[in-house]
């Protein structure tokens, strides 16, 4: 059986089951802050449209970014570090090339929420197909 809190009994409250349950779900604060990092991370435009590149158009560089996002090489590799720092993305050597690639995750999942009203759908170059049947593993 839930109850309010002893730590909080003396607080006025309406709905005791209500404010058991949103206690509960609010338990681990460390993924709450977690996952409040990656909101704030995904909540920059800039960095939230290097995201949506790497996840529809595949692994790039800086340069290539860049272009794509309309941002200087120094922003974006600025900004990849960022990523990179809260495990957004990974970077991988291809010859002399450096690309970035987009981690699973919350910000994996997050991103599918906002391509579905943020991304123009069409025929991707890259994939030689449409984007949606992509798969994104």
Do not use: F, W
């Not at 709905?15 to 206690?23: E, G, H, K, L, Y």
């Not at 960022?82 to 993305?89: I, S």
């Amino acid at each position: 059986m839930h109850k309010v809190p002893e730590a909080l009994s003396g607080a006025r409250v309406i709905d005791p089951d209500q404010v058991c349950d949103a206690v509960a779900v609010l338990s681990d604060g460390v993924k709450v802050a977690e996952a409040a990092t990656v909101l704030d991370v995904l909540g920059e435009a800039n960095r939230l449209s290097l995201l949506l590149a790497l996840q529809h158009a595949g692994d790039l560089c800086v340069s290539d970014l860049a272009v794509a996002v309309g941002m200087s090489d120094s922003a974006v590799s600025h900004a990849l570090r960022l990523l990179r720092a809260h495990g957004m993305v990974t970077a991988h050597r291809q010859g002399r090339l450096v690309r970035y690639r987009l981690t699973d995750g919350l910000a994996r999942r997050l991103l599918e929420v906002v391509s579905a009203t943020a991304v123009s759908p069409g025929r991707l170059h890259a994939h030689g197909g449409d984007d949606t049947d992509r798969d994104h593993a």
